[in-house]
């Protein structure tokens, strides 16, 4: 079975906290695709990251990071020094098989976390 | 820039009426695009996938026969929501995604939002 759990589903900080999202996903195949979205009140999906199965490299990127455990099957997203633009929805996803980098393959979402960033 | 474009953006419509929403790949084509409904403060449920020149398939509990989604060319694909009920009335969004590419995403639509009256 396919699932990607986001226990959290509200955070709220103080900006400039930091801030970690948690994400645990289930899959039966060996080669999959993680991704986090963020969705601002506006609705539009941003793609934030894409992870595939074999790179547990960690990756930052400015203020995000992502930690990818494999042994726990969690993807976890930090914000470090929050700001106010970063709220907004958080949606971690599983795209499983091999179709070229989850490219052509469908994505099961967790049910999101509403980050909110009071100034 | 946005490499899927979804238009309208919104449309109100009155209850027993179609609605077409369109979903095109801007500087790639698409071979397969997937459809998702969300509704308020809920996740993204993948309604059906389309794939270029054959029929789509649709998950479980989606009535292929009210949601009508044709993928008739390498850049376009078209839902229509028919004889529209305000239990429809949702967020809609597109997404489209390219054999060839390896290290792209799958790129979304800005979204459709529906409500029926």
């Known amino acids: 079975a396919q699932k990607v759990t986001q226990a959290q589903t509200e955070i709220s900080v103080v900006e400039k906290e930091d801030v970690t999202l948690d994400c645990v996903y289930e899959?039966?195949?060996?080669?999959?695709?993680l991704f986090w979205y963020k969705q601002p009140p506006s609705g539009e999906l941003v793609f934030l990251i894409r992870r595939n199965s074999f790179d547990e490299q960690n990756e930052i990127s400015g203020r995000y990071s992502w930690n990818f455990q494999k042994s726990t099957s969690s993807f976890n997203f930090t914000i470090t020094a929050s700001q106010v633009v970063d709220s907004a929805v958080y949606f971690c996803?599983?795209?499983?098989?091999?179709?070229?980098?989850?490219?052509?393959?469908?994505?099961?979402f967790g049910t999101g976390t509403l980050l909110a960033v009071q100034p | 820039g946005a490499v899927v474009s979804q238009h309208p953006s919104w449309v109100i419509c009155k209850s027993g009426t179609s609605v077409k929403i369109e979903c095109r790949s801007l500087d790639f084509q698409a071979t397969t695009m997937f459809w998702y409904r969300q509704f308020p403060k809920q996740s993204l449920m993948l309604m059906a996938t389309s794939n270029e020149g054959s029929k789509a398939t649709y998950e479980q509990g989606v009535e292929k026969d009210k949601f009508l989604i044709n993928h008739a060319s390498l850049t376009l694909s078209t839902l229509t929501v028919t004889s529209a009920h305000p239990e429809d009335s949702s967020f809609y969004i597109c997404?489209?995604?390219?054999?060839?590419?390896?290290?792209?995403?799958?790129?979304f639509g800005n979204g459709t939002r529906l409500t029926v009256t």
């Open positions: 899959t039966r195949d060996t080669t999959y695709y």
């Open positions: 997404s489209a995604g390219f054999q060839g590419r390896r290290n792209s995403p799958l790129h």
């Open positions: 996803a599983l795209s499983e098989g091999r179709g070229y980098g989850g490219a052509t393959n469908k994505l099961i």
